[in-house]
């Protein structure tokens, strides 16, 4: 699920989403596929560049959620069962899976991936601004 910061990248088969501030610069993204993802260009992200399941693919390696897909032919990301869940050693706290996230208001979340804060420095707590590198 998108964040509503976060800014569509529309193509013709899947539209990629991204919320520069949960990013952790992992660069998941550009060593998968440079040619959609690519820092030096405007726009950064350009989805018609690669086929919608190779995108797919490459989104879903991103740790922290940052980026997400909408694929037009409705297949959705199908997370692990079980959630794995990867420490990083003086880093974020990274999550896989069918994830329900319950903040103040009590509104649940849903979310697949998400990189949480192990320091408690972070300014976006749960989840991890990188504040512990700072």
């Known amino acids: 699920m998108s964040s509503p910061k976060a800014k569509a990248y529309p193509g013709s088969d899947i539209t990629v989403t991204f919320d520069g501030g949960r990013c952790l610069h992992f660069a998941e993204c550009v060593r998968g596929l440079p040619e959609v993802f690519d820092v ?8 018609d560049n690669a086929d919608a399941a190779t995108l797919a693919a490459v989104v879903e390696r991103c ?31 990274l999550l896989h899976g069918r994830l329900t996230l319950t903040g103040p208001g009590g509104q649940p979340h849903l979310e697949n991936r998400m990189a949480l804060c ?13 504040a512990c590198h700072a």
Do not use: M
């Open 40 to 47: 030096e260009a405007r726009p950064w992200i350009t989805p």
């Open 63 to 93: 740790p922290s959620g940052a980026l997400q897909y909408t694929r037009h032919d409705n297949v959705a990301e199908t997370p692990p069962d079980p959630t794995i869940v990867t420490t990083v050693e003086g880093g974020p706290i």
């Open 118 to 130: 192990a320091c408690a420095r972070s300014a976006k707590r749960p989840f991890c601004d990188n």
